[in-house]
């Protein structure tokens, strides 16, 4: 079976071509194609999958290029892990806002919305090429804002693209644990958008366990979401919140912690990066890797008061790969298997439409991924997720049309942004930042 990474010289590929060594079912990936437009990072990254491999019995055969069409043809599997602009223009959306006064996070507010803008058009043109070259094959979407970009995605590829994120899975085994339940055995209730989601409960054995958490002052505050958060409002929420819903409830005190930092989350990145690429090596890696999950909303759990980061998150951070060899599995061996996925959701979460990709869990099988029909959700949910949905729409609409209007439109509209004065000031500003939004030009 063959695999193809798209964004094949990023820094998080050894993850999945570790879960990959790890994987020792029948059928397994015998060859991985890595495709990135920069060489020396292809180059770097491969070095680092060799070292990895160092040993290993039926290893998948690497394969690296930078021509598009060939990564994908004969690919049975597409991973979709790019990053248009790189870390320079996840600095730069973090800028920008900031000087506005609003956040710059990559998949959150203004910065989502420019990531957005500059990586739809982007990948329409793969999820076309997919259709053209691979039209049997699988892609399973990575890249962020990983709801939107699905949605995107989904417009020519249908129900053949489905998007992960590590989330909710980082989420439920949280909750999962400090209940002493098994994560594999309890049936996670989680429901809404990428990065903006609520575990509503956590069934073991037929049983809903979270009103006990929520009623344990000393359970509640001892993992990440409860010292984030703060145990009252949670039980105000009668849920446990998404970690990136920290960014709405607690935006004031976020924007402020960005603002008075040394170096925002992208520039700090984009430092640690650049010195590993300099010199690659798989014990660089995994040391610049170890730094970075420990810093992983540094600036929230200092604007919280939360601390530092469990021993046990990091112990098992990185759980997206393996959502990732779970979906593939599911698919390729018919396992069935219950992840929560990005799909479109089949008017499985109301009031949104059919095509409307939304973040629940889903039954896999040799046919894809299936969305389960789940609750409504309260009001004040209800209203938010339809609000960025909304916003969402108007992002692929510009995206579309190439309309100055609409991309204004998208921003202005957004909870966290509320101001056309700045909203037009914020595309202003990105424009001139990012040269891949020349098309914005109607």
């Known amino acids: 079976m063959r695999l193809t990474i798209l964004g094949g010289g990023g820094f998080r590929v050894p993850l999945v071509y570790g879960a990959l060594l790890g994987?020792?079912?029948?059928?397994?990936?015998?060859?991985?194609?890595?495709?990135?437009?920069?060489?020396?990072?292809?180059?770097?990254?491969?070095?680092?999958?060799?070292?990895q491999a160092t040993g290993a019995l039926d290893a998948p055969a690497v394969h690296a290029t930078t021509d598009l069409d060939e990564a994908l043809r004969g690919a049975d599997f597409v991973f979709s892990a790019i990053r248009v602009g790189g870390l320079a223009g996840r600095a730069a959306d973090e800028r920008v806002a900031l000087a506005e006064g609003v956040l710059g996070q990559e998949t959150v507010g203004?910065?989502?919305?420019?990531?957005?803008?500059?990586?739809?058009?982007?990948?329409?043109?793969?999820?076309?090429?997919?259709?053209?070259?691979?039209?049997?094959?699988?892609?399973?979407?990575?890249?962020?804002?990983?709801?939107?970009?699905?949605?995107a995605m989904s417009r020519h590829?249908?129900?053949?693209?489905?998007?992960?994120?590590?989330?909710?899975?980082?989420?439920?085994?949280?909750?999962?644990?400090?209940?002493?339940?098994?994560?594999?055995?309890?049936?996670?209730?989680?429901v809404g958008l990428n990065h903006l989601g609520w575990l509503r409960g956590l069934k073991v054995n037929g049983?809903?366990?979270?009103?006990?958490?929520?009623?344990?002052?000393?359970?509640?505050?001892?993992?990440?979401?409860?010292?984030?958060?703060?145990?009252?409002?949670?039980?105000?929420?009668?849920?446990?919140?998404?970690?990136?819903?920290?960014?709405?409830?607690?935006?004031?005190?976020?924007?402020?912690?960005?603002?008075?930092?040394?170096?925002?989350?992208?520039?700090?990145?984009?430092?640690?990066?650049?010195?590993?690429?300099?010199?690659?090596?798989?014990?660089?890696?995994?040391?610049?890797?170890?730094?970075?999950?420990?810093t992983y909303m540094a600036h929230n759990r200092e604007a919280s008061g939360a601390g530092e980061r469990d021993a046990a998150d990091l112990e098992e951070s990185g759980g997206y790969e393996k959502v990732a060899l779970a979906l593939m599995r599911a698919i390729a061996r018919d396992e069935r298997a219950t992840l929560i996925l990005n799909v479109r959701g089949r008017g499985a979460l109301s009031p949104l439409d059919d095509d409307a990709v939304v973040e629940i869990p889903c039954l896999v099988d040799a046919n894809g991924a299936h969305p389960v029909s789940v609750a409504p959700l309260p009001g004040h949910a209800t209203g938010l997720v339809s609000s960025v949905k909304a916003v969402?729409?108007?992002?692929?609409?510009?995206?579309?049309?190439?309309?100055?209007?609409?991309?204004?439109?998208?921003?202005?509209?957004?909870?966290?942004?509320?101001?056309?004065?700045?909203?037009?000031?914020?595309?202003?500003?990105?424009?001139?930042?990012?040269?891949?939004?020349?098309?914005?030009?109607?």
Do not use: M
Not at 158 to 185: K, Q, Y
Not at 237 to 261: C, D, M, S
């Open 23 to 51: 994987d020792h079912a029948p059928g397994p990936v015998t060859e991985v194609t890595l495709h990135d437009t920069d060489p020396a990072r292809l180059r770097a990254v491969t070095g680092v999958l060799a070292e």
């Open 110 to 151: 203004a910065g989502g919305i420019a990531y957005g803008l500059r990586t739809v058009p982007v990948a329409v043109d793969i999820a076309r090429r997919v259709r053209e070259l691979a039209p049997d094959a699988w892609v399973i979407n990575f890249t962020n804002p990983a709801g939107l970009v699905t949605e």
């Open 157 to 190: 590829l249908g129900d053949r693209v489905i998007g992960i994120c590590d989330s909710p899975v980082g989420l439920g085994r949280r909750v999962a644990r400090v209940l002493g339940a098994d994560p594999g055995e309890a049936w996670i209730d989680y």
């Open 207 to 294: 049983r809903d366990e979270l009103p006990r958490l929520l009623a344990d002052e000393k359970l509640l505050g001892s993992f990440e979401e409860g010292r984030l958060f703060g145990t009252d409002w949670l039980r105000s929420l009668g849920a446990i919140p998404n970690e990136y819903l920290h960014y709405y409830y607690f935006n004031r005190e976020t924007v402020r912690a960005y603002q008075e930092a040394e170096r925002t989350r992208g520039a700090f990145l984009l430092d640690q990066q650049a010195a590993f690429y300099a010199d690659p090596s798989y014990a660089s890696w995994d040391r610049t890797r170890a730094e970075r999950e420990a």
């Open 392 to 442: 969402e729409r108007e992002v692929l609409a510009a995206a579309e049309s190439g309309s100055r209007a609409t991309a204004v439109k998208a921003f202005a509209l957004h909870p966290l942004v509320d101001s056309v004065t700045v909203a037009r000031r914020l595309l202003e500003g990105y424009t001139e930042a990012h040269p891949g939004l020349a098309y914005l030009t109607r």
